[in-house]
């Protein structure tokens, strides 16, 4: 049961571009979504986060955007640089306990061309 | 980087073999973690440990069991392996503080099952 749905698959953008990738979870109990990046051979690293109570955070060139009401959640990068080709990862948790039990979409691999 | 180390970093082994991986951390961190990573299914979680010896299930916890003796220790244990528990797998871990998310992830245990 996929819970975090995450689009699309892959995506190529040139540098200077903007990336796009878009999220939706099904589980009304979410409420916090961050977002990891991911390199080959290494782990995920938290990139960005957000919780619904904001409809947008911004850090650098990393924003996040929030519809609560339309349950989905996007990640845009501005200025795409090619240290920004990675895997990335939308992920979703509950606030019940205090464990990080994230859900995990299925992961957007960015190419950034020159 | 968060001190996490996993052991080993690959391993091929058999069918119906026993294997065991193990995650490391130096953070004193109170929740660790053991992820699973395939493509087209992003990262899963087998199980958790919210304390020494108090551990539970995550989504896709079949086939696996875990231990944790000691704060800094989290042992994956797969009795008898099968061709589908071909994965990467990722140790995390978090401090646990209410709903944060924020996990840090070690670098992998690339395991193939022929």
């Known amino acids: 049961q996929q819970q975090v749905k995450q689009s699309p698959q892959s995506l190529i953008v040139q540098k200077g571009g903007i990336s796009i990738i878009n999220c939706a979870y099904e589980?009304?109990?979410?409420?916090?979504f961050p977002w990891y990046q991911q390199f080959p051979g290494k782990g995920p690293a938290l990139l960005i986060a957000?919780?619904?109570?904001?409809s947008e955070k911004k850090e650098g060139r990393f924003t996040i955007s929030f519809n609560k009401s339309a349950k989905q959640f996007s990640l845009h990068i501005m200025d795409s640089q090619p240290g920004d080709s990675a895997t990335y990862f939308c992920?979703?948790?509950?606030?019940?306990?205090?464990?990080?039990?994230?859900?995990f979409g299925t992961g957007t691999r960015l190419q950034v061309t020159l | 980087d968060a001190g996490i180390t996993q052991s080993p970093r690959h391993k091929v082994t058999e069918t119906g073999t026993p294997v065991t991986l193990r995650c490391h951390q130096t953070?004193?961190?109170?929740?660790m973690y053991w992820y699973r990573q395939d493509p087209g299914h992003g990262l899963r979680l087998i199980h958790y440990?919210?304390?020494?010896?108090?551990?539970d299930k995550g989504e896709v916890s079949d086939g696996y069991s875990v231990s944790r003796s000691k704060t800094e220790d989290f042992l994956l244990t797969l009795e008898s392996a099968t061709s589908s528990q071909t994965s990467v797998y990722f140790c995390?871990?978090?401090?646990?503080?209410?709903?944060?998310?924020?996990?840090?992830f070690g670098e992998g245990s690339r395991l193939t099952v022929l």
């Open positions: 995390a871990i978090s401090e646990g503080l209410p709903n944060t998310g924020e996990l840090f």
């Open positions: 589980n009304t109990a979410f409420d916090y």
């Open positions: 957000i919780r619904p109570d904001v």
């Open positions: 992920a979703a948790s509950g606030s019940a306990g205090t464990a990080s039990k994230l859900t």
């Open positions: 953070e004193n961190h109170r929740y």
């Open positions: 440990s919210y304390g020494v010896k108090d551990t």
